[in-house]
C-alpha cells in the first residue's frame, strides 16, 4: 500500500555489492514504482550518483523528493 499520493515524494534507495567489485545503486519511486538502477565503479561514488538522480528528477519529471 503506497503512502503517498505525487510521483517521487517517497524514493528506496538499494545498493549492494556484486563479487566485491562491482556496486549498483537502485531508486524505487513508491508511487508509480518507477524504477532506475545505476551502477558505480566505487561506494563513494553513490554521492554523485544520488545527485544526478535529484536532478534527473527535477528536471524531467517536474517533481521534487521530499524530505522526511
Known amino acids: 500500500m503506497s503512502k503517498t499520493t505525487h510521483t517521487f515524494e517517497l524514493v528506496y534507495p538499494f545498493y549492494t555489492s556484486i563479487d ?8 524505487i519511486d513508491d508511487f508509480s ?3 532506475l538502477v545505476y551502477l558505480l565503479k566505487a561506494k563513494h561514488d553513490i554521492f554523485d550518483c544520488f545527485n544526478y538522480f535529484y536532478f534527473l528528477v527535477i528536471n524531467q519529471f517536474s ?3 521530499k524530505i522526511i
Open 33 to 35: 514504482r518507477v524504477t
Open 20 to 27: 566485491g567489485s562491482k556496486y549498483f545503486v537502485i531508486f
Open 63 to 65: 517533481a521534487h523528493i
